[in-house]
């Protein structure tokens, strides 16, 4: 599975984007889509997670409720929507693949979980 991301820019505090990750390969192998983001000097923390076949999200209590995370079989893609952005938003925003069953339909939410990785896409949101 390859994955690259694209989409990130600069944008203004209370700004929007949208981050998307394209993804090619064995998708029928992908459980689960993440998005993760690591500012620096600073750890690499979970954003969103999609299951790539019922579509079921989570979110990390930070972004929730101005980020939406979804996916587009036709297109194997996986979008991140930010909206209402704030400057600690500001980071390097990875999309990521895992291809291993959770018990239960949960959503992996760790780094660990994830065998695959995209190449990185920069988000900086001035005051």
């Known amino acids: 599975v390859q994955l690259q991301a694209f989409g990130g820019g600069l944008v203004q505090a209370g700004g929007s984007l949208r981050l998307s990750c394209a993804i090619s390969?064995?998708?029928?192998?992908?459980?689960?889509m993440g998005w993760f983001r690591q500012a620096p000097g600073k750890e690499r923390d979970f954003v969103a997670a999609?299951?790539?076949?019922?579509?079921?999200?989570s979110y990390a209590e930070v972004v929730k409720g101005r980020v939406t995370v979804s996916r587009d079989h036709t297109k194997n893609t996986v979008c991140l929507q930010m909206i209402n952005l704030k400057p600690e938003d500001t980071a390097i925003y990875y999309c990521?693949?895992?291809?291993?069953?959770?018990?239960?339909?949960?959503?992996?939410?760790?780094?660990?979980?994830?065998?695959?990785w995209g190449q990185g896409t920069q988000v900086t949101v001035s005051s």
């Open positions: 999609i299951t790539w076949s019922g579509g079921s999200s």
């Open positions: 990521a693949a895992d291809p291993t069953y959770h018990r239960g339909g949960s959503h992996p939410t760790a780094a660990y979980d994830y065998d695959y």
């Open positions: 390969g064995r998708t029928f192998s992908i459980y689960a």
